[in-house]
């Protein structure tokens, strides 16, 4: 199985960035590609990478705009948005299917870790 190739972009809490960066080498599915202080850098490092997941620090919940146009670009692109201090989080996919939102509903149903 090839490893999910994650960017970390626009989180100014170095501590968050460990955390991310931390849980994912600890899933061996998933690949920590880069860590970019600035979101102007998204366009240029995402046409040289092949990356799936743009996990990046918002300060609320609308979609930051450089986000909408790299989702109209890479549309298989998965956006997971960090709110503040990464208590509360925002996902963000183009063509989401019926089995999509199934398949989030049971990994992300909180009686199941109670």
């Known amino acids: 199985m090839q490893p999910i190739n994650c960017l970390i972009s626009n989180i100014p ?6 955390i991310v960066c931390r849980i994912a080498e600890e899933n061996h599915c998933v690949k920590v590609v880069d860590r970019i202080a ?16 743009l996990i990046i620090g918002m300060d609320e919940f609308a979609i930051p705009q450089v986000c909408e146009d790299l989702l109209k670009q890479f549309s298989d692109l998965l956006v997971v948005g960090l709110i503040n201090d990464g208590r509360k989080a925002a996902v963000y ?8 939102i199934s398949d989030i509903i049971r990994v992300l149903d909180r009686r ?3």
Do not use: C, F, H, Y
Request: no cysteine; net charge negative.
């Open 13 to 18: 809490q170095a501590l968050l960035v460990d």
């Open 38 to 53: 600035d979101s102007a850098e998204l366009p240029a490092i995402m046409q040289s990478r092949a990356i799936d997941v």
């Open 93 to 100: 996919i183009n063509d989401i299917r019926g089995q999509e």
């Open 112 to 114: 199941s870790t109670k």
